[in-house]
């Protein structure tokens, strides 16, 4: 029997305190019977700014294409296979953007999860599937998911144990191609608010940079960290067109013929124009106390590798994988199931915590 798939959009009203009606689309792969084990991994997935959960329920062009979506790969090897829309990202609500910050994002997914797990243990989602009374819990997310799962491991340690993939806990930045000028960002702090902003905490540098005129026929500097070179220049100009029409404060894209449908054409800015400043999501790193999986591609926005599990001092095991011949979009490469098996053999030594824990304590509520 083949995986199947239920999708769900989410009431977070309460969770989420807009004052307004919030809902968090998610999609539900669910293994075959006969693979779903006692207790199985309960994966959540997020994605990363300006894409949107289908980055991990489709068969992505690319070098790799016809492998199937990471979603289906990881369900058919026995994973409950969640993957969400961010609020204000996606098929999930849309709100004023200067609302959407850390703490309100990462309260609405949190409150989704819990929703999930409800009714995986009832068995209502879908008709005549087992009920998932005790689960390995993961929290997966690229790019900005993987911030915002940083974020929300830190405040409410919802997750056995998280995958952050393809972002930096410390500085998260992007490198450029040998001999091109490196990228500035603005680094601003995550206390701004729409009627206090914040400055710019790196002004100067920032100027400078912006004064330096850039060859348009050069293309999108991002090109060559978020794609390696084994994927079709065509598909990285297409994959990257709704960045080009983005000015940095834009919270909404424009939308044009041709956007891929893993696009996000909203980005919740509070979260995404602050997740580059160093050291902002360090409290919430620190705090984190589950086995961490810090992975990247050999091209990533993480500067310094190595230097990554310094960020996750309370945490007792942390490992890192660096996937070669992959760029910043782990799921266009290549090689990107040598990363989705990185991620199911970290899922086993888990699975050995968590029993190992159930053992000690007794199981404890999904």
Known sequence: MATQFAVLKLDVTKAAGLNEKAHVAATVHLPPPEKL?????????KPGGGYNRSYFTTDLP???????????????????FVSLDHLGVGESSWHDAGK?????????????????????????????YAKIQHAVKIGIGQSLGGCLT???????????GIGVLGYSAVHNHPPVKPGERPIVYRWLSRDGSPSHPSPILNEQQFQEYTKIPRNPAAGSPMAWVFHYDDVDPALAAADLARFNRRRPTDSIIRAEKGD????????????????????????????????????????????????????YISSFSVDLFICSRMGHMHNFAGTRELLWRRLDIWSCWLREIKASTVVRHGPSNV
Do not use: K
């Open 100 to 128: 959407l910050d850390y703490v309100v994002m990462a309260a609405a997914s949190h409150d989704a999860e819990r929703q999930i797990l409800r009714r995986l243990a009832e068995g209502t989602i879908l008709p005549n």
């Open 37 to 45: 084990v006692p207790v199985p991994i309960v994966c959540f997935a």
């Open 260 to 311: 891929p449908p893993w696009a996000s054409l909203t980005i919740p800015i509070p979260a995404a124009s602050t997740s580059t400043t160093p050291g902002t999501v360090a409290s919430e790193a620190a705090a984190v106390l589950c086995p961490v999986l810090v992975a990247m591609g050999e091209r990533d926005v993480v500067p310094d590798p190595r230097g990554e599990p310094r960020a």
């Open 150 to 160: 940083i974020v929300q491991q830190g405040r409410y340690h919802c997750y056995d």
């Open 62 to 80: 690319g070098p790799a294409a016809g492998i199937g979506s990471e979603a289906e790969w990881h369900a058919e090897r026995g994973w409950i």
